[in-house]
């Protein structure tokens, strides 16, 4: 199967696949992680076609970009690399909150370059909004670093939209990464018009809801230490989580008469939602990637995504994305 590419952003524009690769739950917060399977699901991404990959200096903390620098020695030129700064943490993993400061943009650079082992970063983020920060005085520090020639396209996350448009007037936006599936449409009142008007893409994250549309995610079902596991995810757990398995079992059997899995339909209805969308559903598992893959050769009628938006109206699902939402622009 050949994977499409999409570009994300007019002004400043970069060619991805249309299906990403989140890293994140290689090293950090979703079960045991796995360095060698992680490694493995990489390469086997870019011999897919699968070449746009997710990072953060957080996810580890640190050990994640290592992890793909490692990964992609070899291969740097077929990848379009993406990583984010912002949630600072000290390597032993103590949160030291959101830092926007721009003498943290440069160094927070310097720090995951030398980590991945290249000599640019093809996406950098701002991983969270500092608010006490202006965002001109960030953005203009990552202009900086694209004008020093070590990043070349700017993105934010889970930015709300007037900073969105702030930080556009600095410096072109190339995405914004923010959480969208059929779980979580949050961005669609205010948001997504927003970037379409600036012609800036959109990178889902979470696009299978952390795991809980592909069906395999039940109740008792994540290991002990499992972050999904906590109250920070209200979404997954007690009696929310029973509520939201049976949207799931909704999906499921629109993925049954589809004749593919209810994670497949998940992604393509994300694949569906415009060319200017790049999910990057994150997985440390050749299995799961290679199933995931073939969401491209799911295609979707008028007909099914209405069967979808029944089977889940926005507002169904019970429970906030996140316990504490104190960190989101909105
Ligand atoms: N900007 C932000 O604030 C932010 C926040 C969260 C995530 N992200 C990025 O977005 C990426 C994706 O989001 P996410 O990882 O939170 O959520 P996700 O992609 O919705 O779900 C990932 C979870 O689903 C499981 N999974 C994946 N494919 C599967 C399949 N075919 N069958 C069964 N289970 C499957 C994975 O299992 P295994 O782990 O067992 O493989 C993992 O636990 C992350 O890796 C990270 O790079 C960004």
Redesign the pocket.
Known sequence: MTIQQRTLGTTSPLTVSALGL????MSEF??TPDEQGGIETIHRALDLGVTFL???DM?GPFTNERLVGRAIAARRDEVQLAT?FGNQRTEDGTRLGINGRPEYVRAACDASLMRLGVDHIDLY?Q??VDFTVPIEETVGAMKELVEAGKVRHLGL??AGADTIRRAHAVHPITAL???Y?LFTRDLEDDILPVVRELGIGLVP???????I??G??TQGSLADGDSRASAYFPRLNGDNLDANLALVRAVTEIAERLDC?P?QLALAWVLAQGDDVAP??????VR??E??VGAHAVRLTDEDLAALERAVPRGSVAGDRYGDMSSIDA
Not at 22 to 25: A, E, N, P, Q
Not at 205 to 211: D, Q, V
């Open positions: 989140g890293c994140m739950g979703y079960g997710d990072t953060a996810y984010k983020y991983h969270r996350s889970e990464q923010s959480e599936s994250y979470s696009p299978l809801g952390r795991g549309l592909t395999r995610l899995t994670g990057i559903p994150g997985t440390k598992r799961y990637l199933e995931n």
